[in-house]
């Protein structure tokens, strides 16, 4: 439950597989973590309600996610797809005035 298949579209067949384990690569698909990538630190189990996934992305900021919303996309450090612009890295607010800022400033210099 959870792994991930890469598939050959030409045979059909099944090329590869990841678990879902602690220590694999995942892209947030739902929730407010919408599109954030990361690596899976810990997954608490709560019987009758939803499970929950903490995971660390690469600016070493920690979030927590529905069990539902992530998708493994990678082992470790590697991922089987390009990543989007941004490489799933969630900004603080700070960080985004910056770098609004930044490229402001480019553009009339």
Do not use: C, Y
Not at 27 to 33: A, K, P
């Amino acid at each position: 439950v959870n792994d991930s298949v890469k598939l050959d579209l030409a045979t059909g067949k099944i090329v590869d597989f990841l678990k879902f384990e602690v220590g694999q690569q995942v892209m947030v698909t739902g929730g407010r973590n919408l599109g954030r990538v990361g690596v899976v630190i810990h997954r608490e189990r709560h019987h009758g309600g939803f499970d929950i996934v903490r995971v660390k992305d690469a600016n070493e900021r920690e979030f927590a996610t529905r069990l539902t919303n992530v998708f493994v996309i990678g082992d470790h450090h590697q991922t089987w797809i390009s990543l989007p612009k941004g490489k799933g890295l969630k900004l603080t607010i700070a960080e985004e005035r910056d770098a609004r800022r930044a490229k402001a400033a480019e553009a009339s210099a």
